[in-house]
């Protein structure tokens, strides 16, 4: 009888043990530095589009120098979970042909030129496991100097199709049709 009552008391307190665990692993990711944002809407083709993401903020730091993206290196375009971008139907982004799913995505600036990186792998941590091959498309995203400085990474989606990321005194724009 003690032996079984033994054996009862550890089999709950393992499941007890894993049940708080997992509990913990559910974090509240609003409470993250870089919170969790999404920006959505309904283009005129009636695609819908959603870009799930967390916004880093400056923090008094310099892009390309203390935080991304840096010259030559693939950023997530965010913070955390790489951003996913979601199409309900088949897109056009800056005239090139973009299936209906969900996409990584990600930036590459190179010396001044921002390229927006639509990878087939979504579901990843950052960038580590980025890898050229799974991309799906890259487009050159057109980039000026933002009305007001954003301390927190924005992504805007407008009614017309354009797309803003707004990211210190960055504004890059690209067009979804």
């Known amino acids: 009888m003690k032996k079984l009552f033994a054996a009862s008391l550890m089999a709950f307190l393992v499941f ?11 974090e509240d990711k609003s409470k993250r530095p870089s919170p969790p ?3 959505t809407a309904t283009l005129a083709s009636g695609a819908k589009i959603t ?3 967390s ?13 991304e993206p840096k010259n030559g290196e693939v950023w997530r375009t965010g913070a955390n979970e790489a951003t996913v971008f979601e199409t309900s139907k088949a897109i056009k982004v800056n005239g090139q042909a973009l299936p209906a799913g969900k996409y990584g ?9 921002w390229t927006m990186i639509f990878n087939k792998t979504w579901n990843q941590w950052g960038a580590y496991d980025y890898k050229k091959a799974d991309d799906a498309i890259r487009i050159t995203a057109k980039v ?4 007001t400085f954003a301390e927190k990474m924005t992504f805007v989606i407008g009614k017309d199709g354009t797309v803003q990321l707004l990211w210190g005194d960055n504004n890059v724009q690209y067009k979804l049709d």
């Open 16 to 26: 007890a043990s894993i049940s708080s665990f997992a509990q913990a692993k559910k």
């Open 37 to 39: 944002a999404l920006a």
């Open 51 to 53: 870009i799930d993401y």
């Open 55 to 67: 916004q880093p903020s400056i923090k008094g730091r310099t892009i390309g120098k203390d935080i």
């Open 105 to 113: 995505l990600f930036t590459l600036v190179k010396d001044g030129t």
């Open 144 to 147: 000026t100097k933002a009305a």
